[in-house]
Structures are given as C-alpha cells and as structure tokens.
C-alpha cells in the first residue's frame, strides 16, 4: 500500500468540513488502506482523511489493542468527562489539555457498506472525538487549554 504525507497547520483542508461518502468503491478501500500503513507509519492513535488531503468523512484509530475503520461516522451519545492531553500528528510537537466526554457511542460504515456501532470510553473515546473533529474542520488547538510546545 502506500503511506501519506500528514497534511499540517494551517492547510486549509484542515478547516474545510469534510463531505461524506455516497459510495465505498475501490478508492475508498484504497484510502483506508493507505490510512491504515499513515496512521502506523507516524505511530499515531487516530487519522482523519482530511489529514491525508481527502476531504471525506473516514477516520481510522488504534488506540493500542484495537484497530477501527469508520466511513461517514457521527456520535449519537456522549456523557461524562475526561480531561487530558493531546497532540495531533497535523499540528507537530504542540500538546494542550483538552476536555472530551469520557463515554461516546459511534456509529458509521464499515469497509464493507455494513453499519456498526461502538460504545467507547476512555482513550478510544478521546480518539473517536478527536478524529471526527477534524471532519467538522475542528482542530484540538480549537478546544485546548495550557498549549505546551515540545514532544510528549
């Protein structure tokens, strides 16, 4: 497959709200694959498509023992609170706090056209918001507080 460039601050396709897929042909599959080795290759918890450059609402995350792929993906829940630190492979070496609902319940499409549904909590639920943030044109600078510069 192939890996991506990560797409930086202030690219405009950072704030662009990302549209949404109408068919999963081979290039969507194509996408996720190359989504898949990014994320990977960057030893990242999450991608968005916007940070490849496709305006396309696809996301892909790891927080670490679980690998998912979410097309046209929205949160139907959220409760609770978490707050933490975070960074973003689209914006290097700048860290901030930033306070998430700590419980979401995902849902989207498959590679396979399928619907699925995932409750989350914790860091998969960080991750989740996070990614479909950068759908909405939303960047975790947007939402942080304490902007640190550095490596975590």
């Given at each position: 497959?192939?890996?991506?460039?990560?797409?930086?601050?202030?690219?405009?396709?950072?704030?662009?709200?990302?549209?949404?897929?109408?068919?999963?042909?081979?290039?969507?599959i194509r996408v996720l694959d190359n989504?898949?080795?990014t994320l990977y290759a960057?030893?990242?918890?999450?991608?968005?498509?916007?940070q490849i450059?496709?305006?396309?609402?696809i996301i892909v995350v790891d927080p670490g023992d679980q690998y998912i792929?979410?097309?046209n993906p929205e949160i139907i829940e959220a409760d609770g609170e978490q707050v933490g630190r975070e960074g973003c492979l689209s914006v290097p070496n700048l860290w901030g706090t930033v306070k998430r609902a700590n419980r979401v319940v995902v849902r989207g499409l498959n590679r396979e056209?399928?619907?699925v549904e995932y409750e989350a909590t914790e860091l998969l639920a960080r991750a989740f918001q996070?990614?479909?943030?950068h759908l909405d044109g939303v960047l975790f600078i947007d939402k942080a507080s304490d902007l640190r510069r550095g490596k975590d």
């Open positions: 497959m192939g890996v991506y460039q990560i797409i930086e601050e202030p690219d405009e396709v950072l704030r662009a709200k990302a549209l949404p897929v109408n068919n999963i042909n081979a290039g969507v989504m898949r080795d960057f030893d990242g918890v999450g991608l968005a498509a916007p450059g496709v305006s396309k609402r792929e979410l097309i056209a399928e619907p996070h990614e479909i943030d």
